[in-house]
């Protein structure tokens, strides 16, 4: 009777280290912001919820990723001076978010919304200049850039 209790005593144990083992060798950076900024025509507010995960497997590296952003444009002027306007292009960390319509804007407003990778999860959680290009059309080709923070 005691060396089946001794038997499962370390069992236990044994699950329990390797428990604790696993969780250690993960590196979790969770994030929930709203960054700003302001350029001459545009301000903008993004908001990133998601994680990124480091761990290994099979003695390599690996990251995993999963969240959502939500991009919220705004034209600075009058809803008269974007009539023209058919394409917005937005190139921040890497990634080209458009809108392309046949039609004059309704709104001054534009929300692109959609799924993260890893790289504004990092540059986030690192407190890392986010640096963001805005392109559009109407009155000739027009481009802007602004920080976020």
């Known amino acids: 009777m005691k060396r089946e209790i001794i038997a499962i005593s370390i069992s236990l144990l044994l699950i329990l280290g390797v428990v604790i083992l696993n969780i250690s060798n993960k590196d979790i950076k969770k994030v929930d912001e709203v960054l700003n900024g302001e350029s001459e025509h545009w301000s903008v507010e993004y908001h990133i919820n998601g994680f990124m995960e480091y761990y290994a497997e099979d003695e390599q590296s690996k990251i995993r990723s999963d969240g959502t952003y939500e991009m919220r444009l705004t034209y600075k002027g009058l809803l008269e001076e974007i009539d023209e306007l058919r394409m917005i292009e937005i190139n921040v960390l890497d990634k080209t978010i458009g809108y392309k319509t046949s039609e004059k804007p309704g709104d001054l407003e534009f929300v ?11 540059a986030v959680a690192n407190k890392k ?13 027009n481009e802007e850039s602004l920080e976020l923070k």
Request: hydrophobic share 40%; charged share 15%.
């Open 112 to 122: 692109f919304r959609g799924n993260l990778n890893y790289s504004p999860i990092i």
């Open 129 to 141: 200049e986010i640096k963001l290009a805005i392109s559009w059309d109407g009155l000739g080709t």
